[in-house]
């Protein structure tokens, strides 16, 4: 049977990917896009809403599908007020999860990072954590959490601090191994084809973390 899919961040990285591969997949017939801008990719599928993202509670009547995909997300040197970050970061998540209760959407999956902890005394860190334990107080069947280290791959707008820290991790990945090698940087399409996975097969984690990621995608291949 066709299912219904929504993806959250569309526009984004990782989120363009996702979609890129949900349109050729017969498994879905419907695919529902929340967004403040327009994606370019076009397709019969795509059935796009242009909302204020931090009003999503508001769409409730449109928020139906069989799984969710979220993938939005921001950094700090992207959005330094920390109140508009906590908005993006918690915020838009935790109410996509409330609306998945709400509509009896039992499959939800969320992009988190690695090192996300409740309990860390770093703000980034720290709201990821305080997410995902929100997300899973909703007790959504079917709920998944994908951590990735840094994400690689060519954004729109120009990150330099970012761009440099990308580059160090390229090289840093030729020597993290055994216990690190979960913080080697991880592509948008591998968190991107993982997430297509787990939603049609589940995994037997509830927090998949970056190395994790990259061996779904591997066994698949």
């Known amino acids: 049977m066709s299912k219904t899919a929504i993806i959250l961040g569309a526009t984004g990285l990782t989120g363009s990917f996702l979609l890129k591969r949900l349109i050729p997949d017969k498994r879905y017939d419907k695919i529902i896009l929340f967004s403040r801008s327009a994606t370019p990719i076009k397709s019969s599928k795509i059935e796009e809403h242009l909302i204020d993202m931090f009003e999503l509670g508001r769409h409730r009547d449109k928020f139906k599908a069989d799984v969710v995909f979220c993938c939005v997300g921001t950094t700090q040197n992207k959005t330094p007020n920390k109140e508009i970050y906590r908005k993006v970061d918690y915020g838009i998540p935790v109410t996509a999860a409330k609306l998945c209760v709400e509509n009896k959407i039992e499959n ?44 690689g791959g060519e954004r729109k707008e120009k990150r330099p601090l970012e761009f440099i820290s990308k580059q160090l991790m390229k090289a840093a990945n030729f020597v993290m191994f055994g216990p690190l090698k979960k913080y080697q940087s991880i592509h948008p399409d591998t968190i991107a084809k993982a997430m297509q996975k787990v939603a049609e097969d589940g995994y037997e984690e509830i927090r998949i973390e970056s190395d994790e990621i990259k061996k779904i995608v591997h066994d698949d291949a």
Do not use: C, H
């Open 108 to 151: 939800f999956l969320v992009i988190s990072a690695l090192g996300a902890d409740s309990k860390s005394r770093f703000f980034y860190n720290r709201t990821k954590g305080e997410m995902e334990n929100a997300v899973l107080q909703n007790d959504i069947r079917s709920a998944y959490i994908f951590q990735p280290s840094l994400i």
